[in-house]
């Protein structure tokens, strides 16, 4: 069984500052795929970022980065300079590699992340 | 390159009721998948399509629920009779291949009164 773990229900962070969405997960698969996607208000569901678990460096997709650590069962979200339009859901998912898990995504339950001026 | 499609965008009906979602994927795309957030919980995945068949149906929670994807394009998800229970956002995925990444659809906000 899969199991993904977001602490954090809400997030405010201000304008042009970091913020670090946090996610850690749990598998059986030894090797596994994890997923950020960010819900707007408007309700679609837009993919950002996706690490391996066999990569070598930390994925990075312009303001997105993925602290991807292993041992700690961690893949958090690292958003840079924080633009209001960031303001949204965001979920962390992941996704085995064996047969029987390749299709399935498993999600957190999200983290509401307000970006103040 | 146009995303995944879902329709209706939301859904008012009767405990009792039918109502049919329906999805379609980023041209190209031979798998399909389908999840649900029920209110305050985590989306769950409910199957996944690959082409016409359906290559995983292990989340579907009771036989209320029909999938199909007649002709492996677009596909059709049914609630007959729906129950209040049934009521939170059903998404749409799609992935060229069943590793690749899956690109969700706006979803269809359904509502059992």
């Known amino acids: 069984a899969q199991k993904i773990t977001q602490t954090q229900p809400g997030m405010f962070v201000q304008e042009k500052e970091a913020v670090t969405l946090d996610c850690t997960y749990d598998t059986s698969d030894p090797s596994y795929g994890l997923f950020w996607y960010k819900q707007p208000s408007s309700g679609e569901m837009i993919f950002l970022i996706y690490?391996?678990?066999?990569?070598?460096q930390n994925a990075t997709e312009g303001r997105y980065s993925l602290n991807f650590q292993k041992a700690r069962k961690s893949a958090n979200l690292v958003i840079s300079a924080s633009q209001l339009g960031d303001s949204a859901m965001y979920f962390c998912?992941?996704?085995?590699?064996?047969?029987?898990?390749?299709?399935?995504?498993?999600f957190g339950t999200g983290t509401r992340l307000q970006v103040t001026l | 390159e146009a995303g995944v499609t879902q329709f209706p965008s939301h859904s008012v009906i009767e405990k009792g009721q039918t109502v049919t979602l329906r999805c379609d994927p980023i041209s190209g795309h031979d798998n399909l998948y389908w999840y649900r957030r029920v209110m305050g919980k985590e989306i769950k995945f409910l199957l996944h399509f690959v082409k016409e068949s359906k290559q995983d149906e292990s989340g579907m929670p009771n036989n209320r629920f029909l999938a199909e994807r007649t002709g492996g394009t677009y596909s059709t998800l049914k609630v007959q009779p729906a129950e209040l229970e049934d009521s939170g956002v059903y998404f749409c995925?799609?992935?060229?291949?069943?590793?690749?990444?899956?690109?969700f659809g706006p979803g269809t906000r359904l509502l059992v009164l």
């Open positions: 690490q391996g678990s066999y990569d070598q």
């Open positions: 995925a799609s992935s060229r291949g069943r590793q690749e990444t899956q690109y």
């Open positions: 998912a992941m996704r085995g590699f064996n047969t029987g898990t390749a299709s399935k995504l498993t």
